[in-house]
Nanobody, 125 residues
Framework: QVQLVESGGGMVQAGDSLRLSCAAS????????VGWFRQAAGKEREFVAA?????????YYVDSVKGRFTISRDNVKNTVYLQMNNLKPEDTAVYYC?????????????????WGQGTQVTVSS
């Protein structure tokens, strides 16, 4: 099973940018889907973005981040990134990355099996 570690969170102001990283160890995850999820205080965890391991990396986003967030992967570094631009206070949450080979984000299947511990993102107005 792949182990995941997130980094890059922090406290920023509205309109700022952050780049989150998800580093994998234990095995290469070049043939895994990798996703980012977030959980705000008092709310359920929600899907944010995902990237496939085929077709050059097909990407999927929740509507609220389209045009602001970009997911990408570097299979040489075994790392997936989430570039977050024009951050808003409603983006405040703990962000988690997850990996799995058999999910289907394009069909709403977010049943990822491997999860990181999360990194806090706080956006002030």
């Amino acid at each position: 099973q792949v182990q995941l570690v997130e980094s890059g969170g922090g406290m920023v102001q509205a309109g700022d940018s952050l780049r989150l990283s998800c580093a994998a160890s234990g095995r290469t995850f070049s043939d895994y889907f990798v996703g980012w999820f977030r959980q705000a205080a008092g709310k359920e965890r929600e899907f944010v973005a995902a990237i496939s391991w085929y077709d050059g990396g097909t990407t999927y986003y929740v509507d609220s981040v389209k045009g602001r967030f970009t997911i990408s992967r570097d299979n040489v570094k075994n790392t997936v990134y989430l570039q977050m631009n024009n951050l808003k206070p409603e983006d405040t949450a703990v962000y988690y990355c997850a990996a799995d080979r058999l999910v289907a984000p394009g069909k709403g299947d977010y049943n990822f099996n491997s999860w990181g511990q999360g990194t806090q993102v706080t956006v002030s107005s």
